[in-house]
């Protein structure tokens, strides 16, 4: 079965850093677009940074674009998130996903991988930024 497990959240400072990694097993990394996700308590999931098997394209929200890095490792099955100027509102559950689409990764910031049936979750890890 299809397996993503997210680690390396935990508590930073404001301005500080983190990268979370994800590790895929039970498909094939390369037919899958990968996409980094967050919910924050009391809002809706959104996409954060999303890669292309198909093309090898990233994209990032605004809201974190110049801060955060997605980037893959396809012989390991990695896909991590490099975050950097952390802000207390970047404080959420962040989700690895893992859509067999192929090209999913062009509109994955909108809501569409939240509610497709062609989309995978891990099961989060939290990240806290303080003040």
């Known amino acids: 079965e299809v397996q993503l497990v997210e680690s390396g959240g935990g508590l930073v400072q404001a301005g500080g850093s983190l990268t979370l990694s994800c590790a895929a097993s039970?498909?094939?990394?390369?037919?899958?677009?990968i996409g980094w996700f967050r919910q924050a308590p009391g809002k809706e999931r959104e996409g954060v940074s999303c890669?292309?098997?198909?093309?090898?394209?990233?994209y990032h929200a605004d809201s974190v674009k110049g801060r955060f890095t997605i980037s893959s490792d396809n012989g390991k099955n990695m896909v991590y998130l490099r975050m950097t100027s952390l802000k207390p509102e970047d404080t959420a559950i962040y989700y690895c996903a893992a859509n067999r689409e192929m090209w999913a990764h062009l509109d994955c910031l909108d809501s569409s991988w939240i509610y497709s049936d062609t989309v995978e979750w891990g099961q989060g890890t939290p990240v806290t930024v303080s003040s």
């Open positions: 039970g498909f094939t990394f390369e037919d899958y677009a």
């Open positions: 890669i292309g098997s198909t093309d090898g394209n990233t």
